[in-house]
């Protein structure tokens, strides 16, 4: 496998509105999923061949002597820019050990990841949980695995990460979906909504977190455009969007407030949370008078 130099491999989050997380950490580079509307793959972030997954050059000992120097332990996100759980992860274990390191060094983990490989690591998951809080959000956008390999075509189909979700759940670890993006005109219906909402519930999850649109950055964009050319043909989707959204950066849904309410009305008749400051609260009932200070 190929690698990367890097420098740091954990980074103080400045904002900890999302998930309560107070670091970051990716141990990869791009990501082979091939979702056509990654926000990842936007110029800004500078991802070469952003398909090509690549590892970063010693990362364990890098993460190791950073985890060492942390005055106060806290919550680490995994996932945010490439998942952590690609296909090289099952022989690479990037993944696995650097749970193992956390879990040593007492900080908890929030994972996001469009993989069901992850409840391979619910041993580590289960331990982590012991001192401080474990999170795992799976990301699914359609209900339906026809739809999801249109537009996510090498993640793991959405029953595939129902079932793993199931089995996180069973396991006791605090898991939830990830219901981001929504494409306009394309998973954006009642339907796939409340199917959403219902498979989740009946898998065990705590919560689902919406976005009722998606992000669109210049390079990003052009790609997303190309794939709804390729991937929907004679729909005439791009021009739809282009005519709708310009170069907008946020690109919500048609009738957004009105498909909100009935993601609501569907979370409330499962009992799932759906709004970050309860799911935060949910995550650390428990550990607030730990060692984790985090309120």
């Not at 690479?92 to 390191?101: C, D, N, S, V, Y």
């Not at 391979?120 to 956008?141: H, N, Y």
């Not at 359609?142 to 199931?166: T, W």
């Not at 219902?198 to 977190?209: I, T």
């Amino acid at each position: 496998m190929d690698t990367i130099p890097a420098k740091t491999i954990l980074h103080r989050v400045k904002d900890r509105r999302w998930f309560g997380c107070e670091y970051n950490m990716n141990l990869y580079r791009g990501c082979s999923h091939g979702c056509i509307y990654c926000d990842s793959r936007s110029d800004c972030y500078r991802v070469e061949d952003f398909d090509h997954v690549r590892c970063k050059a010693d990362a364990l000992r890098i993460l190791r002597d950073e985890l060492g120097r942390r005055v106060l332990p806290g919550v680490v996100l995994t996932g945010a820019m490439s998942d952590p759980y690609n296909p090289h992860e099952r022989t690479e274990l990037l993944t696995r050990h650097a749970l193992e390191l956390l879990s040593a060094y007492g900080f908890g983990v929030a994972i996001e990841t469009k993989s069901d490989l992850v409840t391979r690591d619910l041993d580590l998951l289960w331990e982590i949980g012991r001192q401080a809080p474990v999170l795992c959000k799976l990301s699914i956008t359609a209900c339906d695995d026809r739809m999801a390999a249109a537009i996510e075509p090498h993640a793991a189909p959405s029953s595939a990460r129902f079932a793993a979700l199931e089995r996180l759940s069973a396991a006791g670890i605090f898991a939830g979906v990830l219901m981001m993006p929504l494409l306009p005109w394309i998973t954006d219906s009642e339907e796939n909504v409340r199917g959403i909402v219902r498979r989740a519930a009946e898998a065990g999850a705590r919560f689902v977190y919406p976005a009722m649109g998606l992000t669109m950055r210049d390079g990003q964009r052009e790609y997303f455009y190309r794939e709804l050319e390729t991937r929907f043909p004679g729909a005439g989707l791009a021009e739809r969007y282009r005519q709708r959204y310009g170069s907008r950066y946020r690109c919500a849904v048609p009738r957004a407030a009105a498909l909100f309410g009935v993601f609501e009305a569907a979370c409330r008749q499962y009992g799932l949370l759906y709004r970050m400051e309860e799911i935060v609260r949910a995550t650390r009932r428990g550990y607030e008078t730990g060692q984790l200070r985090l309120f």
